[in-house]
Structures are given as C-alpha cells and as structure tokens.
C-alpha cells in the first residue's frame, strides 16, 4: 500500500470533493470544497490529497501557527479519509507522510491537532502516534502535541 500526499490540484479536486464521511460525522468538519477555497485566501494553510496506490481516498490540511505568535507550530485541521477506505490503516499512515512532511520545513516544533474530547476514537488514534493531550481550548476541543 503505497501512501501519498500531494498538493490539491486541477488534475484531482474533483476527486477530493467527491470524498464522503460516514453519516453523523459531517458535522465535525467542514467541506473539502470549503476548505479548499479558504486556502486560496489564506496561502499558509496547505491542502493535500491523500492518494493510496494512486486512488484519491483523503484529504487533509495543516498550517502555520505564525499568525497566533508561534511560527515553529504546524496545526493539521482538516483530516478525513473517505467512508469506503476506512479500516485499512490508511489514516495512520497519511497522518505519519503528513508530520514527515511538516519536519522537513525548517524550524518546525510541534504539530498539533484537535478533536472532540469525547471522541475516544480519535483520542485513541492520534495517542497511540504519540500526540500528548494539553487541554481543551477556546472552543471546548481537546489540543493535543507532538514535539518533532
């Protein structure tokens, strides 16, 4: 299984916004299309697509925290994988290409996500590639790191 991430381009957003959650989790994140378009106004966040064997199967993005006064963190908001390839250890490894790729950038610290703090899965998940819980933030989300 070979995993990638690549930048969202002309040639696969029609498959990245065609991605599905499963029902009830599409109130827990925004649109693909929507996150897509705010990284047009906003250059420092970075769209990816997540291929497995060169099929379209995620998306994720992360971006700076130079805005909030830490220019060495790196928050990944967006992060889903399709429905139809969930339970194939897919996630992980994206999640694993994507902190790869934010270490390479030069000075970076820490990679940080949030979740819902009642969302055992994703408290399991992000755990067990070693993201430490901090707290709750302004929006009663859990804040969890990882120090590169």
Do not use: W
Not at 6 to 13: G, I, M
Not at 102 to 125: L, S
Request: net charge positive.
């Amino acid at each position: 299984m070979l995993i990638e991430l690549r930048e969202v381009s002309l040639e696969n957003f029609d498959q990245v916004v065609k991605l599905k959650l499963p029902k009830g989790a599409k109130r827990n994140l925004a649109s693909n299309v929507y996150s897509i378009a705010t990284s047009k106004y906003f250059p420092i966040y970075q769209p990816r697509a997540i291929y497995c064997d060169s099929l379209v199967v995620g998306f994720l993005m992360y971006t700076s925290l130079s805005n909030f006064q830490k220019p060495n963190n790196y928050l990944i908001f967006r992060f889903m994988i399709d429905y139809r390839q969930q339970r194939k250890g897919i996630g992980r490894l994206a999640l694993l290409k994507a902190i790869e790729e934010i270490r390479q950038i030069e000075n970076a610290e820490k990679v940080i996500v949030n979740y819902d703090p009642g969302n055992e899965i994703a408290k399991h998940f992000y755990k067990k590639l070693g993201f430490i819980e901090v707290g709750l933030d302004e929006n009663n989300e859990m804040v969890a790191e990882m120090t590169l």
